[in-house]
């Protein structure tokens, strides 16, 4: 037998132990960041819920953000990253992937339209996680083109027609963003992360050139701030207060939606959230099903 056909009945071997892996009657998560942490910041608290409960979550970096740091960059930067995002999924109990994108190149062409719709049918998806399609920097805004570009022809036979297309939409959701046109963000749910804080914080510590050493954005300076390396302890405290302020700020910017999902007791107590949009396109779900696919409110 020729060394490449030994290795297609491996590949192919593999192919069904992930087949057989995936055939549960759990939910199937995935989460698409522009550059190595996006989606971990924006997402992690809720991925790690999910993961708690047994459900498959993977976040996927479309690019590999190999020049995402102010003193590194290329192959050793997206090297380093993608261990980080690696890392940071061993905490979360979750599944990671980068993919070989140049950092600042991404383009909302046919090719990569193909990649993100390959991907979602892959992952047998129920919940397609993105940016939205505007925003501060091209490779978030591409992101959230693409997925959307792929929202429909997941379900069509004939394009990428190596990967069983789906049998029914996923339900496509934005994560959250600050940005006002053409219209602001609107949390159509909104997720406590009160309890599941803590791991995700375990996870952000790995991603340390982006939150230690300020990723495209920092400097020595920056570095300065932070408490030294060797005290890690220190690092951790600093991490958690900077969290603490953010996740804090997205549970008080959208109250009133943890109100309406916890009720006025339980919701006015969450410390911290994270929150989704839901894109017109893809599957339209009521509240009913929202639950379903959030099968965590009151906990």
């Given at each position: 037998m020729?060394?490449w056909?030994?290795c297609?009945?491996?590949w192919v071997?593999?192919?069904g132990?992930?087949?057989?892996s995936?055939?549960?009657?759990?939910?199937r998560?995935?989460?698409?960041?522009?550059?190595p942490?996006?989606?971990e910041?924006k997402?992690?608290?809720?991925?790690?819920?999910w993961a708690?409960?047994?459900h498959?979550?993977?976040?996927?970096s479309?690019?590999?953000g190999?020049i995402?740091?102010w003193?590194?960059?290329g192959?050793?930067?997206?090297e380093?990253?993608?261990?980080?995002?690696?890392?940071?999924?061993k905490?979360f109990?979750?599944?990671a992937?980068?993919?070989?994108?140049?950092?600042?190149?991404l383009?909302?062409?046919?090719e990569n339209?193909k990649?993100?719709?390959?991907?979602i049918r892959e992952?047998?998806?129920?919940?397609?996680?993105?940016?939205r399609p505007?925003?501060?920097?091209?490779d978030?805004r591409?992101v959230?083109?693409?997925?959307?570009d792929?929202?429909?022809m997941v379900?069509?036979?004939?394009i990428?027609?190596?990967?069983?297309?789906?049998?029914k939409?996923?339900?496509?959701l934005?994560?959250?963003?600050g940005?006002?046109?053409?219209y602001p963000f609107k949390a159509?749910?909104a997720?406590s992360v009160?309890?599941s804080?803590?791991?995700?914080l375990a996870?952000?510590?790995?991603l340390?050139?982006?939150?230690?050493?300020?990723?495209?954005?920092?400097s020595?300076?920056?570095?300065r701030t932070?408490p030294?390396a060797?005290d890690?302890?220190?690092?951790?405290?600093?991490?958690?207060?900077?969290?603490?302020?953010?996740?804090?700020?997205?549970?008080?910017r959208?109250?009133?939606s943890l109100l309406?999902?916890?009720?006025?007791?339980?919701g006015?107590?969450?410390?911290?959230?994270e929150?989704f949009?839901?894109c017109?396109?893809g599957?339209?779900p009521?509240?009913e099903?929202?639950?379903?696919?959030?099968?965590f409110?009151g906990?």
């Open positions: 020729s060394f056909r030994s297609l009945l491996v071997g593999l192919l132990l992930v087949s057989t995936m055939a549960d009657d759990k939910l998560i995935i989460v698409f960041g522009a550059h942490d996006d989606a910041f997402t992690a608290g809720t991925a790690v819920k708690r409960q047994g498959h979550v993977k976040l996927v479309v690019t590999n190999d995402g740091h003193q590194m960059a192959g050793p930067l997206a380093r990253r993608t261990a980080e995002v690696t890392a940071a999924a905490k109990g979750t599944h992937q980068v993919l070989d994108i140049h950092d600042g190149e383009e909302p062409n046919l339209r990649k993100i719709t390959r991907l992952w047998k998806a129920d919940i397609v996680i993105s940016h505007w925003d501060y920097h091209p978030h591409y959230g083109v693409l997925v959307q792929a929202a429909f379900t069509v036979p004939f990428c027609p190596d990967v069983p297309p789906l049998k939409n996923p339900v496509f934005f994560s959250s963003d940005f006002t046109k053409p159509d749910i997720v009160d309890d804080f803590e791991a995700k996870g952000l510590h790995e340390a050139s982006q939150v230690y050493e300020g990723g495209a954005s920092g020595e300076e920056f570095v932070v030294p060797a890690e302890a220190g690092r951790k405290a600093w991490l958690k207060q900077r969290w603490e302020n953010r996740q804090g700020g997205e549970a008080n959208f109250r009133d309406d999902w916890y009720g006025p007791e339980a006015k107590n969450v410390k911290f959230a929150v949009e839901i017109e396109y599957r339209r009521n509240k099903e929202l639950k379903k696919l959030f099968p409110f906990n």
